[in-house]
């Protein structure tokens, strides 16, 4: 294939509400869509998952449209292309900008699906005809609202509820989730709120029969997060500390998790998800499919990745309701008793609504 034309868009989309970790709390959702246009006409879509505030990592939105337009875009226009794969290899003089990298590789996989006809599902070799769907649920104002949002979830079927936890909201918070859900499968994301010193409240957790503790430590550590989890029964995921193959190796020689969260963004696209997969699954850890409040773009990557095999764990993609009143694609992503259906129409299996896309657009540049 060859990337004739590329279009690079910066949307505004506001969620239904407020979502707080312990990071930080935002409402309005920045991200940059990239369309792919072959030789063909064909178009393939890809979404970049950084933030507007360097508070996941150090990638933003501004960021990722500089590394997109002066790097990323000429480096792959018009240059002939027979797989996916070789974008990475395309990239890998660019050190990092893992999520600007994804935006266009995914909208290279699409392409690429679409272009023989199958599923990107199919593309990636996934053999699942449906994905189990999780949620994740931020730090709430009361811990009786939080109760009353896990309710209410699962009474929809979710099969996974996530809770945010940072220091004052863990223990006791927990607690009163189990008095009120005592078989719910339960896992808690401190996303690097925590440190060593922490232990034994970190140890404290083990009561409550945690599915995971997700990324306790700092988000650079893979040494600390051994010696953790040789001090607690709770499997330890890592997720922020796993940006690569390599991370994703050394964590488990070092035993420094008992799971691995894989986000496609993080870890700079498709392919590489693929190859931490089938390194995790070659050691026994199961893996999941992370979310990072994507639009219906990003979301349908993710429920393409999740039929991997070794995707056994519940991720964390919803149904597009959860966070928005009209989504960009259709039809829009469904949630039926906990359950996706994953989409066999060629490539993403859903489709871009132009008219809602423009809507919610700031700005937007053509590449040729």
């Excluded at 002066?70 to 480096?75: E, K, M, T, V």
């Excluded at 679409?114 to 070799?125: M, R």
Aim: proline share 4%; aromatic share 8%; with cysteine.
């Amino acid at each position: 294939m060859k990337l004739t034309k590329i279009i690079l868009r910066h949307l505004k989309m506001r969620m239904k509400s407020p979502f707080t970790t312990s990071f930080g709390s935002f409402q309005d959702k920045e991200f940059l869509l990239l369309e792919a246009i072959d030789d063909n006409g064909l178009s393939g879509w890809g979404e970049s998952v950084a933030f507007h505030i360097p508070w996941y990592n150090e990638e933003t939105v501004k960021t990722n449209w500089h590394m997109l337009e002066d790097f990323l875009i000429p480096a792959i226009l018009n240059k002939e292309i027979s797989h996916p794969d070789e974008v990475s290899d395309i990239f890998s003089y660019i050190r990092k900008n893992n999520m600007a990298k994804s935006t266009v590789e995914g909208a290279v996989w699409d392409l690429y699906a679409k272009e023989k006809g199958i599923s990107l599902a199919a593309a990636l070799g996934g053999q699942k005809e449906e994905i189990e769907a999780g949620i994740s649920i931020g730090i709430q104002e009361t811990v009786e609202d939080l109760l009353r949002l896990i309710d209410g979830y699962a009474n929809e079927g979710y099969k996974r509820m996530k809770i945010k936890i940072k220091p004052g909201w863990d223990v006791k918070v927990l607690r009163e989730i189990r008095k009120r859900f005592p078989e719910v499968p339960l896992m808690a994301d401190a996303n690097s709120a925590y440190t060593l010193e922490d232990i034994d409240l970190l140890k404290a957790l083990d009561e409550f029969d945690l599915m995971m503790i997700e990324q306790p430590l700092a988000s650079d550590d893979i040494v600390d997060h051994a010696r953790l989890q040789k001090e607690i029964k709770t499997p330890v995921c890592l997720d922020e500390s796993i940006h690569s193959y390599e991370d994703a190796r050394k964590a488990i020689e070092l035993g420094s998790c008992k799971i691995i969260n894989i986000k496609i963004g993080r870890v700079g696209g498709l392919t590489e998800s693929k190859r931490i997969h089938n390194l995790c699954r070659e050691h026994g850890l199961p893996v999941w499919c992370g979310g990072m409040l994507e639009s219906g773009i990003g979301r349908a990557h993710n429920i393409a990745l999740t039929t991997l095999d070794n995707f056994i764990l519940p991720g964390d993609t919803a149904g597009s309701s959860r966070y928005w009143e009209r989504d960009i694609i259709e039809p829009e992503v469904v949630v039926e008793n906990g359950w996706i259906k994953v989409p066999d129409k060629p490539g993403i299996g859903y489709e871009p609504n132009y008219d809602t896309i423009k809507e919610f657009t700031v700005f937007e540049k053509s590449f040729t």
